[in-house]
């Protein structure tokens, strides 16, 4: 296997911040990046090496960056799988484009979960208006109604409670093709991000556990607060998923633990995932830099968590007429503040996050909790 060396140039399709955290890691080790982004002013786009403004299938673009990149990653799993074919064809890809083909689309997703044996929520596909029979499966209700494409954050999502909403339901997504699930009563969300080379080597991120916010990821703690045993059983299933997939690069792999212990995966995101920003702060290795690492052939780095971490999430709504107080954040001196350089703050628009260092979970979270609550009550008043 080709070890591409600091110094190559790498590319990356989509322009988030994601891929401004995996653009920084990249050059911290002496790496350049030329970002490929529809945008012209992105989080990534801004800080890499070299921009091209161009659309996804855009195959001019595509040539120009695969034939200047030693290697090229994604930060986006909505990226046109033909695309990442395309790219191959010039230099080493990763993840692939079958991997991400599947994790695109949560009909695939679902198949390709359920067919190789992994626990999912029941589910029933609702390709169109005539799928809408009232006599689709009663176990499903209360459930979910996702659209299979494009979802994010919760949006492109319904609750439905009887199968006598349902078409109601529908036609408020639109009528685009979509997946009927069933509502689980959780206990807790987890997610487990996991690493593996071209070489076949696993390294395991410390699991997460996860709250959410109106379908939106708000805290994130390290480490979770469940047993062992099935943190465990956790990390067994998202190697096998990714072994499954033949998968190389990052991939998260996202839990619902349920009352009974049963843990049942919610979807898998071909990428570092926003639930592992703690890294940055808390591992010897954070998640990006082991983006670097698989897609370059480097040998992977430790994931070894030096202490307990809590993130949370900073949405566009803190921004309500200026700029939250930092200063209640920065005077904590095991507080880390990361802005992705957003201009505009719309409401639910992941402009940053911040994590707390310390000895335990607890003391992390109440931290900051307390953090969160002084910020907001800034802007309010
Ligand atoms: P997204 O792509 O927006 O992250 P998810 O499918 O992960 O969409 O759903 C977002 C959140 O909604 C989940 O993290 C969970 O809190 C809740 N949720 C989704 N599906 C279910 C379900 N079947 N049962 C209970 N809660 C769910
Ligand atoms: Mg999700």
Redesign the pocket.
Known sequence: MMTIMPGAMLGLLGGGQLGRMFTMAAQCMGYRVTVLDASKDSPAGCVADRFICADYTDREALHELGSTCAGVTTEFENIPSDSLSLLADYCVVSPDADSVAIAQNRIAEKNFLAGNGFPV?AFTVIQDSDSLSLETSPELFP??L?ISRF???????ARVNHAADLKAAFASLNKEVCVL????P?KK?ISVIVARGFDNAFSIFPAVE?Q?AH?I?DVSIVPADVPQEIIQRANEVAVRVAEKLDYRGVLCV?F?LLADGQLVI??IAPRPHNSGHYSIDACVTSQFEQQVRTLCGLPLGSTERYCAAVMVNLLGDLWQSADPDWRQLLRHPFAKLHLYGKREARSGRKMGHFTVLDKTAEAALERALEIKQLLNINTSS
């Not at 699930?181 to 689980?184: A, D, G, I, N, S």
């Open positions: 929520a459930g979910i996702k979802g994010y954050d919760g949006k492109g999502q699930e069933q509502r689980l959780l969300e996860n959410h379908g990821l996202e619902f919610n979807e």
